[in-house]
């Protein structure tokens, strides 16, 4: 059975960090990109961040640059997304996803929720003072 899960999420203020986790089972991590998507109310969700599978390539959506790290551990089957300067309008529910190689596009940019194969349940991100 394919799972993802997320955990790390929380309320912080604003300036704060978190870092969130994604624990693969179920498949062969090592061999998907993985991207970290996010979904505030009403809004479509988006690409935050991607790590390729060999952690070659990363990439990150412009309102994060600078701010939020990807790293992965393929031989503890987890991701994680490294959280700094968080802003309130970094509120959201953050998924994680895997991307299946032959169309992941990480070297350039972050695929769309359309390309991914497996979705996480999700994990609530609320920035608040």
């Known amino acids: 059975q394919v799972q993802l899960v997320e955990s790390g999420g929380g309320l912080v203020q604003p300036g704060g960090s978190l870092r969130l986790s994604c624990a693969a089972s179920g498949f062969t991590l090592g061999a998907y990109t993985i991207g970290w998507f996010r979904q505030a109310p009403g809004k479509e969700r988006e690409g935050v961040s991607c790590?390729?599978?060999?952690?070659?390539?990363?990439n990150y959506a412009d309102s994060v640059k600078g701010r939020f790290t990807i790293s992965r551990d393929n031989a503890k089957n987890m991701v994680y997304l490294h959280m700094n300067s968080l802003k309130p309008e970094d509120t959201a529910v953050y998924y994680c996803a895997a991307v299946p190689p032959a169309i992941s596009r990480c070297s350039s940019g972050i695929n769309p929720p359309s390309s991914v194969a497996y979705w996480g349940q999700g994990t609530q991100v609320t920035v608040s003072s």
């Open positions: 790590i390729s599978s060999r952690s070659l390539y990363t």
